[in-house]
C-alpha cells in the first residue's frame, strides 16, 4: 500500500501567519491527492481534491500543489477557525491511504 | 446528508453492523466509502463499494473481518464488522465519493470492550 507522510507533525503559529504543510507519497499518486480539515467532534470536511482543485465553499486562502510524490497544503493567512488537523489522501491506488495528519496549533 | 447509525459497545470476538443512510443525492451514483479515527488517532480509511455495486476494496487491516455493502432502494450503505477487536475501538464515518470524499456523516462510535 501506499505510505503517506505528512511533515511537521506540529505547526505551532499565530493567526494571520502562513502555514505549509508537506505529504510525502512512498510512490508515485499522480494528482490523486486530497486534503481534509479535522477538529475534534466533527467529521472531517475536504478542502482540497485533485493536488490542487479547491472544494466548493472552501475560502482561497487554502491552496494546494505538487504531482508525483510530494504535495503541500498552504493556508495563506491563518485564521483562528484553522487551527485543526489536516489530513493528506490519495485515492490513486487501493487501498486508498490516508497520512498520519499535522496538527495546526495556536503558537 | 449522510447519517451513521449501529455503533455502540461490544464485547472481543462478536459482530457489529453499521449503517450509513444517504439522502439529498442519488446513493446509486456513487461510490461510498467508510473510515474511522481511533481515540488519538489519525484516519484510516477502511473500505469502498463502487457506485454500481460490482466491487469492493477494503483495508489490509480489516480485509476477511469487515464487509461493506448496499442498498440503493434503502438509499444505505452497511459495514459488517466481525470478529471484532480491541483496537476496532473508533468513531466510524461514511462519506461519498467518487474523485473525492466531499460528503461526510457525523460518524458513530464502536466502542470493543469486554
Known amino acids: 500500500e501506499i505510505v503517506l507522510t505528512q511533515s511537521p507533525a506540529t505547526l505551532s503559529l499565530s493567526p494571520g501567519e502562513r502555514a505549509t504543510l508537506s505529504c510525502r507519497a512512498s510512490q508515485s499518486v499522480s494528482g490523486y491527492l486530497a486534503w481534509y480539515q479535522k477538529k475534534p467532534g466533527q467529521a472531517p470536511r475536504l478542502l482540497i481534491y485533485?493536488?490542487?482543485h479547491r472544494a466548493t465553499g472552501i475560502p482561497a486562502r487554502f491552496s494546494g500543489s505538487g504531482s508525483g510524490t510530494d504535495f503541500t497544503l498552504t493556508i495563506g493567512s491563518l485564521e483562528p477557525e484553522d487551527f485543526a488537523v489536516y489530513y493528506c489522501?490519495?485515492?490513486?491506488?487501493?487501498?486508498?491511504?490516508f497520512g498520519q495528519g499535522t496538527k495546526v496549533e495556536i503558537k | 446528508q449522510i447519517v451513521e447509525s449501529g455503533g455502540g459497545v461490544v464485547q472481543p470476538g462478536r459482530s457489529l453492523r453499521l449503517s450509513c443512510v444517504a439522502s439529498?443525492?442519488?446513493?446509486?451514483?456513487?461510490?461510498m466509502h467508510w473510515v474511522r479515527q481511533a481515540p488519538g488517532k489519525g484516519l484510516e480509511w477502511l473500505a469502498v463499494?463502487?457506485?454500481?455495486?460490482?466491487?469492493?476494496y477494503y483495508a489490509d487491516s480489516v480485509k476477511g473481518r469487515f464487509t461493506i455493502s448496499r442498498d440503493d432502494f434503502k438509499s444505505t450503505v452497511y459495514l459488517q464488522m466481525k470478529s471484532l477487536r480491541d483496537e476496532d475501538t473508533a468513531v466510524y464515518y461514511c462519506?461519498?465519493?467518487?474523485?473525492?470524499?466531499?460528503?461526510w456523516g457525523q460518524g458513530t462510535m464502536v466502542i470493543v470492550s469486554s
Open positions: 489522501h490519495q485515492r490513486s491506488t487501493w487501498p486508498q491511504t
Open positions: 439529498g443525492f442519488t446513493l446509486s451514483s456513487f461510490g
Open positions: 463499494i463502487l457506485y454500481d455495486g460490482s466491487n469492493q
Open positions: 485533485d493536488a490542487s
Open positions: 462519506a461519498r465519493g467518487a474523485t473525492r470524499l466531499d460528503i
